[in-house]
């Protein structure tokens, strides 16, 4: 009995690091359990816990696991169980069970006890009866493998749908804090124009005040406030910041994992806004980066989340 293969890849959309799923298959009188447990992590760190028996399959699992899983503490665990008589050996050691007869014999005539040692009493002794597997042949190995492979599937798609599940609303939410950053930072690029024109006007102002009727510099006060404009430009900052926020969307669209991409980015933006907030010398721009930081400190948390 063959059960078809589920076609599992690298999904097409967003994907959380954070997922859970389970397979469960029972072929050729053997049922294998396999569950999957992933959380954050900087890269793809998968453990794989078996039994024993199965560690030659285990360079074939992360194999299928990996084409899957491409970030993330993922942690494998599988459960074995056979009901097939094939499986399992019962070996007498003999010898061992003759040195336990011979001296508990010894025994009961030296004590003239006239009880004679039973068969459940022997079978009890350590060592006298163990279990073994049978080695496995090409065929066994082949149905293990098989019965293994499908409940690995099974599980791997459970865990990519949930995954991919948290994703969306992981998308979701980021492009909805994306679309109050543009606004605040559409307000910075509006509002950055009037600083040095509002400069201008309260230094005129002063120094009016404190020359009284003497006529003023014109050429000292246009050197002043272009130097002051100068200082204070944010242009370039603003056009890359707008720049990465249009990148930031696109990379959410796209159909390969993206948690680094987006996590060199949202710093990059950081770094551009923390520079309009140092230059800007103006209350009200100020204000709006404070309002811009937080706003991108909650995408970066939810980026720290994304495979």
Same mark, same amino acid.
């Given at each position: 009995?063959?059960?078809?293969?589920?076609?599992?890849?690298?999904?097409?959309?967003? &994907?959380?690091?954070?997922?859970y799923?389970?397979?469960?298959?029972?072929?050729y009188?053997?049922?294998?359990?396999v569950?999957?447990?992933?959380?954050?992590?900087?890269?793809?760190?998968?453990?794989?816990?078996?039994?024993?028996?199965?560690?030659?399959?285990?360079?074939?699992?992360?194999?299928?696991?990996?084409?899957?899983?491409?970030?993330g503490?993922? $942690?494998?665990?599988?459960?074995?169980?056979?009901?097939?008589h094939?499986?399992?050996?019962?070996?007498?050691?003999?010898a061992?069970?003759?040195?336990?007869?011979?001296?508990l014999?010894?025994?009961?005539?030296?004590?003239?006890?006239?009880?004679?040692?039973?068969?459940?009493?022997?079978?009890?002794?350590p060592? !006298?009866?163990?279990?073994?597997?049978?080695?496995?042949?090409?065929?066994?190995?082949v &149905?293990?493998?098989?019965?293994?492979?499908?409940?690995?599937?099974?599980?791997?798609?459970?865990? !990519?749908?949930?995954?991919?599940?948290?994703?969306?609303?992981?998308?979701?939410?980021?492009?909805?804090?994306?679309?109050?950053?543009?606004?605040?930072?559409?307000?910075?690029?509006?509002?950055?124009?009037? !600083?040095?024109?509002?400069?201008?006007?309260?230094?005129?102002?002063?120094?009016?005040?404190?020359?009284?009727?003497?006529?003023? $510099?014109?050429?000292?006060?246009?050197?002043?406030?272009?130097?002051?404009?100068?200082?204070?430009?944010?242009d370039?900052?603003?056009?890359?910041?707008?720049?990465?926020?249009? &990148?930031?969307?696109?990379?959410?669209?796209?159909?390969?994992?993206?948690g680094?991409?987006?996590?060199?980015?949202?710093?990059?933006?950081?770094?551009?806004?923390?520079?309009?907030?140092?230059?800007?010398?103006?209350l009200?721009?100020?204000?709006?980066?404070?309002?811009?930081?937080?706003?991108?400190?909650?995408?970066?948390?939810?980026? &720290?989340?994304?495979?």
């Open positions: 009995m063959i059960i078809a293969r589920l076609n599992i890849g690298v999904s097409c959309l967003i &994907q959380s690091m954070t997922g799923g389970k397979g469960e298959c029972t072929l009188s053997r049922k294998f359990s569950e999957i447990k992933s959380v954050n992590h900087r890269y793809n760190d998968i453990t794989i816990k078996l039994p024993r028996v199965m560690n030659p399959f285990e360079e074939k699992m992360r194999g299928i696991l990996t084409s899957s899983i491409s970030r503490k993922t $942690d494998v665990y599988v459960n074995y169980e056979t009901f097939s094939d499986d399992i050996k019962v070996t007498l050691n003999e061992l069970a003759d040195a336990y007869m011979e001296r014999t010894a025994l009961d005539e030296r004590y003239a006890l006239n009880d004679m040692p039973t068969l459940q009493l022997i079978a009890k002794f060592d !006298v009866l163990s279990v073994e597997r049978n080695a496995d042949t090409d065929e066994t190995a &149905q293990m493998w098989e019965t293994l492979e499908e409940a690995l599937h099974i599980a791997v798609e459970r865990f !990519v749908d949930m995954r991919t599940r948290e994703g969306l609303a992981l998308k979701a939410d980021i492009l909805k804090k994306h679309e109050q950053l543009s606004s605040l930072i559409t307000s910075i690029a509006e509002r950055a124009p009037l !600083v040095a024109k509002e400069y201008r006007e309260r230094l005129q102002t002063r120094v009016q005040e404190a020359l009284g009727d003497t006529n003023i $510099d014109e050429a000292r006060l246009i050197l002043e406030v272009t130097m002051f404009a100068d200082r204070s430009c944010i370039e900052e603003i056009t890359r910041l707008s720049s990465h926020l249009s &990148q930031l969307a696109i990379f959410l669209e796209e159909r390969e994992p993206v680094r991409k987006l996590d060199f980015l949202v710093q990059e933006m950081n770094r551009e806004i923390n520079t309009i907030g140092s230059k800007s010398n103006d009200d721009i100020t204000k709006l980066v404070v309002e811009a930081k937080s706003e991108l400190e909650k995408i970066r948390e939810q980026v &720290q989340n994304i495979e």
